[in-house]
């Protein structure tokens, strides 16, 4: 189930986001990619304005993953309503956003919706779930024969 995110508006539902901050794209970007990762699944970011330096220029494509900017004299709201309008099978494609005219298209043209607060919590849970199996996935490394000699020595101390 592809997302199409509305980033500027996402990042203003976000309580550690802020679009004052020039990192608060780069911070989104980072968590869209590792859900991206999780769910297995497309997902395609529109930021409103000139492209962020160092994040993109333009258009980038990472795999699954997409990063988009208007081009001058269009808005998000524009490449937004343009993406979801070549969609094929709008069944089980999601758009995050909580403008209401995009939410208004999206339904009519038979797009799933979420605004975002509902996907915030989304995001979270995959994040936390990512952090856990992470966790789990750590590996263990054997002691060299230099740290056993080392632990052998601080245990003999203490007898």
């Known amino acids: 189930m592809p997302y199409l995110i509305d980033g500027n508006n996402l990042i203003g539902h976000i309580p550690d986001l802020s679009l004052a901050d020039r990192q608060s794209r ?11 990762k999780i769910k297995n699944t497309r997902v395609i970011i529109v930021f409103d304005g000139p492209p962020e330096e160092g994040l993109v220029t333009g258009s980038a494509d990472h795999g699954l993953l997409s990063v988009v900017y208007p081009e001058r004299g269009k808005s998000a709201d524009n490449i937004i309503e343009e993406i979801i309008r070549k969609q094929t099978d709008l069944r089980r ?30 995001l979270k849970g995959a994040l936390r779930e990512f952090r856990k199996d992470a966790e789990l996935q750590k590996d263990e490394e054997a002691p060299t024969p230099l740290e056993i000699r080392q632990w052998n020595d601080v245990f003999r101390k203490k007898q």
């Open 26 to 36: 780069f911070q989104l970007v980072s968590q869209l990619d590792r859900l991206q």
């Open 93 to 122: 494609f999601f758009v995050v956003s909580s403008d209401r005219e995009i939410r208004y298209f999206t339904r009519k043209l038979g797009a799933k919706s979420l605004d975002c607060a509902e996907f915030h919590r989304i």
